[in-house]
């Protein structure tokens, strides 16, 4: 099993940053791809960057690329995601995301690819 807790969302200004970060805990074998996504109020969940834990390799959704990053710390047993020059288009909730055998095509990060999520962290950007 896996636990993820999201933490670091906040009220920012449009331009601002925010790092978040995924504590995850329990089977690392099952932690193979962690992902961000996010929701906003009568909208699909969209995949918003993902990495592979074992090598590093990274996804974004074209709306973020070039402003967000994704990253790892593995002795932490955390991802991040630092999001820079934010807009309010980027209000919404963040989940963190992790699973085991996901294959992502053509830079699509599917949420039903995921079985293990957190309970989101609210951005909000003015």
């Known amino acids: 099993d896996v636990q993820l807790v999201e933490s670091g969302g906040a009220s920012v200004q449009a331009g601002g940053s925010l790092r978040l970060s995924c504590a995850a805990s329990?089977?690392?074998?099952?932690?193979?791809?962690m992902a961000w996504f996010r929701q906003a109020p009568g909208k699909e969940r969209e995949g918003v960057a993902a990495?592979?834990?074992?090598?590093?390799?990274?996804y974004y959704a074209d709306s973020v690329k070039g402003r967000f990053t994704i990253s790892q710390d593995n002795a932490k047993n955390t991802v991040y995601l630092q999001m820079n020059s934010l807009k309010p288009e980027d209000t919404a909730m963040y989940y963190c995301?992790?699973?085991?055998?996901?294959?992502?095509?053509?830079?699509?990060?599917?949420?039903?690819?995921?079985?293990?999520w957190g309970q989101g962290t609210q951005v909000t950007v003015s």
């Open positions: 995301a992790a699973d085991t055998a996901v294959l992502i095509f053509g830079g699509t990060i599917k949420a039903a690819d995921f079985g293990y």
């Open positions: 990495i592979y834990t074992n090598d590093g390799t990274t």
């Open positions: 329990g089977d690392t074998y099952s932690r193979a791809c």
